[in-house]
T-cell receptor, first 114, second 113 residues
Framework: DTGVSQNPRHKITKRGQNVTFRCDPI?????LYWYRQTLGQGPEFLTY????????KSRLLSDRFSAERPKGSFSTLEIQRTEQGDSAMYLC????????????FGSGTRLTVV | DAKTTQPPSMDCAEGRAANLPCNHS???????VYWYRQIHSQGPQYIIH???NNETNEMASLIITEDRKSSTLILPHATLRDTAVYYC??????????????FGQGTTLQVKP
């Protein structure tokens, strides 16, 4: 296990299309987080899973966004009817139950909406 | 909103120590101080964390003031590869807490030859 894996690394889509990103966390980590990062800003929290349960969602997560973590393993983040403002880096991170020792982040998926 | 304040940018000469300050005057007793860094086009990388005592690992040292209202991350011998954005974050460590990280703007450290 070499860390948190995110796919794809880059995605270019036309406005109005749906996109889905995947995150494979470190296998023994039961906590999984999604963040969004726009140019020049720090990452912003989107949502949090403990195992398969989605326990917190940011108000940044509009109705067009949905995240799942079936069986408490990998997670997907779907954006429906993409808008240009959705262009950003989408980061996934995982951690153990308390998060002690910090999160491990993936390299992110860079979304460009044209 | 982030509970920390950091200078937006700093320079450091290669081979010298880089000292990155962070203010967290409203930190609660059960909040830890975490440092992450983000190299261009990569995800943030965990560096170090602490509660009250100073901490050291293979990457850096963390000095926390006695009143816990500020801290300093020390990279003892900065290299060009340490050029990155450094984030100071406070968070609660608990199984009953989401443990989400609230990032601020961070400090862009430029290590120069």
């Amino acid at each position: 296990d070499t860390g948190v894996s995110q796919n794809p690394r880059h995605k270019i889509t036309k406005r109005g299309q749906n996109v889905t990103f995947r995150c494979d966390p470190i296998s023994e980590h039961n906590r999984l987080y999604w963040y969004r990062q726009t140019l020049g800003q720090g990452p912003e929290f989107l949502t949090y899973f403990q195992n398969e349960a989605q326990l917190e969602k940011s108000r940044l997560l509009s109705d067009r966004f949905s995240a799942e973590r079936p069986k408490g393993s990998f997670s997907t983040l779907e954006i429906q009817r993409t808008e240009q403002g959705d262009s950003a880096m989408y980061l996934c991170a995982s951690s153990s139950t308390t998060g002690r020792g910090g999160y491990t982040f993936g390299s992110g998926t860079r979304l460009t909406v044209v | 909103d982030a509970k920390t304040t950091q200078p937006p940018s700093m320079d450091c000469a290669e081979g010298r120590a880089a000292n990155l300050p962070c203010n967290h005057s409203t930190i609660s007793g059960n909040e830890y101080v975490y440092w992450y860094r983000q190299i261009h086009s990569q995800g943030p990388q965990y560096i170090i964390h602490g509660l009250k005592n100073n901490e050291t690992n293979e990457m850096a040292s963390l000095i926390i003031t006695e009143d816990r209202k500020s801290s300093t991350l020390i990279l003892p011998h900065a290299t060009l590869r340490d050029t990155a954005v450094y984030y100071c974050i406070v968070r609660v460590e608990s199984a009953s807490n989401t443990g989400k990280l609230i990032f601020g703007q961070g400090t862009t450290l430029q290590v120069k030859p």
